[in-house]
């Protein structure tokens, strides 16, 4: 299996513009999960997704961010308008089955907002 | 919050054991302890999880006190690849959530 796939890896937009990330999760893995990383506040959980259906988006940090899942192999993560303090790595992990499970990180997308 | 108390850095000699404790007093007794690793720029990788009984597995072991207010991640043999950051996580309790802390900078030397 080539593992979480994450796109773009790195992505440089300017302020205001719409920015969508995108990911496919391991096959036959039930959950996904969308993090974000920064130096200030560190790792990150944005929300999550069980079946396709979002579970719990408390850490969405306002309405500028959605993110959806139309199927089992492929999510978004859409910023609109986009600011520069978005600036983060974004990862896309995915599970088996519920928590007692590990999740499996993709490789991360770099965002740059100018 | 994240609910694991870790120390920032520790160093370790190549060949030689690397312990690394972690701090969780409030956890809950149906709560699992997970270990995960960040090495640079990459993705958080999975290493071990436990509830009450020491684990073991082909990366780590895992020891959490009888109390379960504290467990130590132990690497037998450090090599150079397992400099990265090492996070702690207590898993919130009927949720799939995973609150990422601070976790603790390996430096493995030669």
């Known amino acids: 299996d080539a593992g979480v796939i994450q796109s773009p890896r790195h992505e440089v937009t300017e302020m205001g513009q719409e920015v969508t990330l995108r990911c496919k999760p391991i096959?036959?893995?039930?959950?996904l999960f969308w993090y974000r990383q920064t130096m200030m506040r560190g790792l990150e959980l944005l929300i999550y997704?069980?079946?396709?259906?979002?579970?719990?988006d408390s850490g969405m940090p306002e309405d500028r961010f959605s993110a959806k899942m139309p199927n089992a192999s492929f999510s978004t993560l859409k910023i609109q308008p986009s600011e520069p303090r978005d600036s983060a790595v974004y990862f896309c992990?995915?599970?088996?089955?519920?928590?007692?499970?590990?999740?499996?990180f993709g490789p991360g997308t770099r965002l740059t907002v100018l | 919050d994240a609910k694991t108390t870790q120390p920032p850095s520790m160093d370790c000699a190549e060949g030689r054991a690397a312990n690394l404790p972690c701090n969780h007093s409030?956890?809950?007794?149906?709560?699992?302890v997970y270990w995960y690793r960040q090495i640079h720029s990459q993705g958080p990788q999975y290493i071990i999880h436990?509830?009450?009984n020491n684990e073991t597995n082909e990366m780590a072991s895992l020891i959490i006190t009888e109390d379960r207010k504290s467990s130590t991640l132990i690497l037998p043999h450090a090599t150079l690849r397992d400099t990265a950051v090492y996070y702690c996580i207590v898993r919130v309790y009927n949720t799939d959530k995973l609150i990422f802390g601070t976790g603790t900078r390996l430096q493995v030397f030669p």
């Open positions: 436990g509830l009450k």
């Open positions: 992990a995915s599970s088996f089955r519920t928590g007692d499970n590990e999740q499996f």
């Open positions: 409030t956890i809950s007794g149906n709560e699992y």
């Open positions: 096959s036959g893995h039930d959950y």
């Open positions: 997704f069980n079946n396709n259906v979002p579970i719990d």
